[in-house]
């Protein structure tokens, strides 16, 4: 079975612009987990989605953004970037009723 | 609000030796998971042990084992005969059993001394 897949891997982006960040999870998978990982902050939860609904939401501001596709597949956005999104973003997969999350390798975006 | 808590942000071991990683966190529930996850070099998370709040008996997966003590609100994480591929960011997560956000600590980042 195939794992979580993200993509795209590496993404560099200037300040003010906008970007989106894709996760498939494993097949059969219906919840999808963001996370923002940095040096500073460590790791953070943004959202989650289960059925195209998001379910939970961490504390980050508007500029961040998601969506869950009919097939789970998922979409994070972040408009108007700043130089402290820079981050690796994470994307977790979960079966239902198991609550172990399985992660993609992440993205890798920087923002100059 | 729950957290979890490590304490050692840097630890290491020697090759073939046994290394503890500590973890507490704080909740009001009475069920919920708890896990270790390791993230290499590669930054890829991998899980490596999984706990149910409602089991006594700690969990073990071939070299690594927990402690769990729930009164004491602790899991701390045994890996015994280290191993050089062992080295890696280490973190300990909460969930709960309602929901699916998991609330990761800080991490410890383990070396293995060849």
């Known amino acids: 079975k195939a794992g979580v897949t993200q993509t795209p891997r590496y993404l560099i982006k200037t300040r003010g612009q906008q970007v989106t960040l894709s996760c498939s999870p494993i097949?059969?998978?219906?919840?999808v987990s963001w996370y923002q990982q940095t040096p500073g902050q460590g790791l953070q939860f943004l959202f989650e989605?289960?059925?195209?609904?998001?379910?939970n939401k961490g504390n980050f501001p508007g500029r961040f953004s998601g969506r869950q596709f009919s097939n789970s597949r998922s979409e994070m956005n972040v408009s108007t970037l700043e130089l402290g999104d820079s981050a690796l973003y994470l994307c977790?997969?979960?079966?239902?009723?198991?609550?172990?999350?399985?992660f993609g390798p992440g993205t890798r975006l920087t923002v100059l | 609000a729950q957290t979890v808590t490590q304490s050692q942000p840097e630890m290491s071991v020697q090759e073939a030796e046994t290394v503890t990683l500590s973890c507490t966190y704080d909740?009001?529930?009475?069920?919920?998971?708890l896990f270790w996850y390791k993230q290499p070099p590669s930054r890829q998370m991998i899980l490596v042990i999984r706990?149910?709040?409602?089991?006594?008996q700690n969990a073990t997966e071939n070299r690594f084992s927990v402690n769990f003590q729930k009164a004491a609100k602790s899991f701390s994480l045994k890996i015994s005969d280290s191993q050089l591929g062992d080295a890696a960011m280490y973190f300990c997560?909460?969930?709960?059993?309602?929901?699916?956000?998991?609330?990761f600590g800080p991490g410890t980042s383990l070396s293995v001394i060849p």
């Open positions: 977790a997969s979960t079966r239902q009723g198991y609550n172990e999350q399985f």
């Open positions: 097949s059969g998978h219906r919840s």
């Open positions: 989605y289960f059925s195209e609904t998001q379910r």
């Open positions: 909740t009001s529930e009475s069920d919920y998971y």
């Open positions: 706990q149910e709040a409602y089991k006594q």
């Open positions: 997560a909460y969930v709960e059993t309602s929901y699916d956000k998991v609330i």
